[in-house]
């Protein structure tokens, strides 16, 4: 007689047709396992926005049969979103790499939060309920990036996390131990959640090592120059490689930028970055030193607004940029950044730095496995069933191509999106429910913003506003003809003006007020919807219409 | 005793320190000639906006002294304005290719404009005033290209246009003449204007030959595939290129959205696509033929909002994309365009198409001259004076380096900003004026929008909108506590709420009535002010404040 087995399933909740947020939830029956809790950044279609989070939705429905969250290392992708979810769910126990959670613990503080985190290692498993997560060393951007090995009484299932092939890492970081995917994949994985971020890309990543001997040669070429290199303020193996040859070079070296000062303070703590602490200078005082003496590693790659790079360019930050200084952009864009980018560049131009960037030389590699590196883990691997993770659609479906090219057949490869739950059965995975809540959520500084203010403010964005003032005597149910209109964003005709008074009048006469109190909620949506309507039709102009409708009982208007 | 010469100088009102909008006006005493006059495309920064123009104030200001408009080439950003000019200024005589003068005839009838439109042939000389105009053949990404030699009282001003170095190009150009380059080189060119879009990148261009190449390779290994390719209208070499594998693979073509089904058949009438007529298929009847026997070439490679290939990805085009069909993205992202591609492509293949895009393949060659390409012209001409051209101030100062390796000396290279003139004397270059009225100017379908409206958008769109209603007694100067708040894009607390009248309440008592008389617009003023001031330290939001004043004489309100 076979034990009695619950179902098995994931359910997705962000990171799958899309980069960013990832949100991942492992279901044992009513157990809910989470697998990072990653945030996104807002775009000029989210105006306003300061960060992008999943829909906790279900997860709140499910509260009591959470497990734990394990993340697989600190980027904000995969624990942006924590401290909002702590916030709604505050007991989750929270498992992951020290650096990841030192990240994690830094945002929990600023707002005054905490959580039950627990440090664990590579090689480490711990046991959540009915899954064992055994937490395995991968190459990555940031230092403590683990794959996940998940056992569940259905078998394995095994997540890459984000990864790539580093046969000469750097700094802390062990060299990736192949023979490890090789024992998980000889152990028989059902399930394979493998991330998709480069498979566009042919080939193999380049090492971290190669950004390494680049610096080397900058920095022997320009012993002359103050040399700023703005790179990921996570990436701590590259920091640590630049710090290490500006000591060599005798230079001393100034952290800028609040996330880079913050992660680069913790590195220092756990010895993840080893340093002459002499070397070290605070910002403000690097300017007491010989400029050719100096290094300042900084933020601002992205060209983000407020970052240290972009108000260096713009001549508003602490350190002045000058002629003769050198400028080293270590990052290539991430798509939709472009702009930022060259508009930081073209100011640290003007100010008359020399600015090296862009891919002609290697001051930058990427921390995503290439095509080859992804056919390596899923030979490796050999799963039954793949679902490829962390990609827009044309990711998923190349990378689910590359899975059938290697073999697994077509029925055993699934591309999710948000909001799917799939069921793992011994013999197929199946499709069990395409609408779990969830979906995107807007943050600001004061909490959530809706999609219908958004909404709102990309309209008032592309046509602006206008303001219909009416005078309502509710007692004779009349409007007065002397209706006020003001405007923002918007230039408005005497044409228009004179369209807007008729289709206001319009809307007021349609209200049937012989038999009906007049209904000041009703005027008001029949007004802008009247007039919206007639100035798309005569002008293909959309503004936002706010009508005010104001007492007029003693006829103080006619 | 030497004649008297007129001071010789260039006006640059556009297409320096930016990519786009170019115009220059080079200028011998009162003299002026016009070399291109275009546009640029609009970003989510210039919201509602369809269109940017140069700012054509110092042109208005001289119109009776321009002697003509010389367009190297068809592209947007050398004649998209060229409608707004006539617009304001009738009758300036236009010189260029046939096909860029067809693509401005087009624009103007659309506008019903008409202006003097004059045809030159590569190799053609005009005399403009004391101008002397030798278009000679380049090779660009769009035909009927031509750098410019302009004889001028103080020697030869060289424009390279935009252009690369083409040895075999195809279709009805000629290979590019470099003895033609050598020929005016060795007749002393005092000043050279050159185009830097592409100094940032080594080496040289790829042949269009090329791409041609690669189509091939897509249609022999996709017989059994409807083939869809978007690529740029104005690129007729390619398109020709298309046409002619299409034809030979026994495929009917059809074009697809409005401007690659103007120019193409603007093209055809001129012989500059040949083929045979009845493979050509309107595209509402491309459906009546079998799928892999026919090929759509389309709009839509840089992912703009309603063009054809957008429409295909959203499924809302006459062209149904479905499983089977082969899209190809032959283009490179325009930086900026990269997320609305991405997009598209994304769309695509959801509606199971493969889509090949990307520099993997040879899908596409850039129109502008590499690194090695610009120092060959710069050798050819050997300019006394250079000034680079068509580029962000990054690409300039790198073209302003490349010049100076190749030993012209620095003080005889300037890099020029929009509203400078500078002077060209025998001995030096001198900017004798940096405030020529100059910039942008947003066009919409109703003309232009100031650029007030787009700080107003732009402010909308981050911060919504709050309109404050309060009521006013005139005779008792009092201001009714009862203070209508409504809003759009911003949720408002219950705390901002009493803010925001507290401080309109400031705003009216800060007005010292007890000695004048109520002023709408000064309490308006000081009533936004106050509130917005008041919400940015309250809660850094900053929404506009539209307060609107009623009459409150009969104490209604009270």
Chains 1, 2 share one sequence.
Do not use: W
């Amino acid at each position: 007689m076979s034990k009695k087995y619950n179902p098995l399933s994931v359910v997705f909740l962000g990171g799958v047709g899309e980069i960013g947020k990832n949100l991942t939830a492992i279901k044992y029956g009513e157990e809910i396992l989470i697998v990072d809790c990653g945030s996104t950044f807002p775009s000029l279609e989210t105006p306003g926005v300061d960060l992008i989070i999943p829909d906790f939705s279900y997860l709140k429905e499910h509260k009591d049969n959470i497990v734990g969250l394990v993340v697989t290392h600190g980027h904000e992708d995969h624990i942006g979103a924590i401290p909002y979810l702590v916030q709604e769910i505050p007991n989750i126990p929270i498992y992951g790499s020290n650096l990841a959670l030192a990240i994690v613990d830094h945002k929990l503080k600023e707002k005054k939060q905490t959580a039950k985190l627990n440090v664990v290692e590579a090689g480490d498993k711990i046991k959540l309920g009915s899954f064992e997560v055994e937490f395995l060393q991968v190459a990555h951007s940031i230092i403590g990036a683990f794959a996940l090995a998940i056992n569940t009484p259905h078998g394995l299932i095994f997540h890459t996390g984000d990864f790539k092939i580093d046969y000469t890492p750097i700094g802390n970081s062990k060299p990736v131990d192949i023979s490890t995917f090789a024992r998980i994949g000889n152990r028989g994985v059902t399930l394979m959640l493998g991330e998709s971020t480069n498979v566009e890309k042919p080939g193999t990543t380049i090492s971290e090592k190669h950004v390494g001997k680049t610096m080397d040669k900058i920095f022997m070429a320009n012993q002359d120059k103050r040399i700023i290199i703005a790179t990921f303020a996570s990436n701590v193996n590259r920091i640590q490689q630049i710090i290490k040859i500006a000591e060599k070079s005798g230079r001393k070296v100034a952290f800028s930028g609040r996330s880079m000062i913050n992660i680069c303070e913790m590195a220092l703590d756990m010895d993840l970055i080893n340093m002459d602490r002499k070397n070290l200078v605070e910002i403000e005082h690097i300017k007491d030193y010989p400029k050719e003496q100096t290094c300042i590693i900084s933020t601002g790659s992205q060209g983000e607004p407020m970052s240290a790079l972009t108000r260096m360019g713009l001549g508003i930050d602490k350190v002045v940029v000058e002629e003769g200084d050198l400028i080293v952009i270590s990052s290539s864009a991430i798509p939709g950044n472009e702009k930022a980018i060259y508009t930081v560049i073209n100011n640290l131009y003007k100010r008359g730095a020399k600015v090296m960037y862009g891919s002609l030389e290697e001051l930058h590699v990427s921390g995503h496995a290439c095509r080859e590196e992804l056919k390596m883990m899923l030979s490796l691997i050999r799963p039954k069933f793949f679902i490829p993770v962390h990609g827009e659609y044309r990711h998923l479906k190349q990378h689910a191509k590359l899975a059938q090219d290697l073999g697994i057949p077509e029925d055993h490869i699934a591309i999710a999106k948000i909001g799917d739950e799939i069921e793992i059965k011994a013999k197929k995975m199946q499709l069990i429910d395409d609408a779990i809540p969830s979906g995107a959520m807007f943050v600001d500084g004061h909490g959530k913003v809706s999609h219908e203010i958004i909404k709102e403010r990309r309209q008032l964005s592309s046509e602006g506003v206008i303001v219909v003032v009416c005078k309502v005597n509710r007692v004779t149910k009349t409007l007065s003809d002397d209706i006020l209109i003001k405007t923002k964003g918007i230039d408005v005709t005497e044409e228009m003006i004179d369209e807007i008074k008729i289709y206001a009048m319009k809307a007021f006469s349609s209200l049937e007020l012989q038999d009906h109190a007049f209904d000041e909620e009703k005027f008001s949506q029949a007004c802008a919807k009247k007039i919206m309507k007639r100035l798309d039709k005569l002008t293909t102009q959309k503004p936002v219409v706010i009508p005010i409708v104001m007492d007029d009982e003693k006829g103080l208007y006619e």
